[in-house]
C-alpha cells in the first residue's frame, strides 16, 4: 500500500468524492471482504460492492487476494493508498486561468503551493532515502517593518541559491510561503 496517491484524473475525483465510498474506503485500509464491510458500515453486501468495484475501477482499490465461502469466490480488497491527494487542477480556478505573476499575491503562492504538491506526489517513496525538511513557524512583523523583513527574507534565499546554485552534487527545489495567520490557523 502507498503512503499517498496523487489524483490527476477526474473520473478518480469523482469515485471517491462520495461519502459513502470515502467510508467504504476507510474501512479498505486493511484486506477485507464486501461482506466484513457491508457489517462494519451497517449495509448490505451489495451496496458495498458496487462502491468497491467503482473504486476499483477508478484505481483508489484492488483486490490482494480470494477466498471461497460454500464453494463460491469472495474478493478481498484493499484501498491502494493511505492518502489520496486531488490535484488543485482538477477544480480549477475560478474567474480565470491566468497565473499570478506578481510574487507578492496569493494567487502566485497558490501557484507555489499546486507546484510544491505536485512535486512531492511525484517521489518515488520507495526510495532509501528521501533527503527533505519542513520548517514552519509564526513570525510577526510590524505594518512599518514589513519591507525591512521582505527584503531581509529576499536577501537570504538569495544568498543560499548564490552559495548553492552550482552545477554540482544533488539537486533540490525550495519554496518558501509567508501568507498572513488567519484567526483560526493554529
Not at 502566485?108 to 510544491?116: C, F, P, R, S, T
Request: net charge negative; proline share 5%.
Amino acid at each position: 500500500m502507498r503512503d499517498v496517491l496523487y489524483l490527476e484524473e477526474r473520473e478518480q475525483a469523482e469515485a471517491l468524492l462520495k461519502p459513502q465510498r470515502i467510508e467504504v474506503l476507510r474501512h479498505l485500509a486493511e484486506p477485507r471482504t464486501c461482506t466484513e464491510v457491508a457489517g462494519l458500515l451497517g449495509q448490505t453486501p451489495q451496496r458495498v460492492y458496487y462502491h468497491v468495484k467503482q473504486l476499483v475501477a477508478a484505481g483508489l482499490a484492488e483486490q490482494v487476494s480470494e477466498r471461497r465461502v460454500r464453494g463460491i469466490p469472495e474478493g478481498i480488497y484493499q484501498a491502494v493508498a493511505r492518502s489520496y491527494w486531488l490535484s488543485p487542477r482538477l477544480v480549477g480556478r475560478i474567474g480565470g486561468t491566468r497565473r499570478a505573476q506578481d510574487e507578492l499575491s496569493l494567487g502566485y503562492l497558490l501557484d507555489l503551493m499546486e507546484e510544491v504538491q505536485a512535486d512531492i506526489a511525484a517521489l518515488d517513496r520507495t526510495a532509501p532515502e528521501l533527503p527533505s525538511i519542513g520548517v514552519s513557524g509564526e513570525i510577526r512583523v510590524p505594518a512599518e517593518r514589513r519591507q525591512e523583513f521582505l527584503h531581509d527574507l529576499q536577501s537570504t534565499l538569495q544568498d543560499l541559491f548564490t552559495r548553492y546554485g552550482g552545477t554540482e552534487g544533488d539537486a533540490f527545489k525550495l519554496a518558501v510561503a509567508c501568507y498572513p495567520k488567519g484567526e483560526n490557523n493554529d
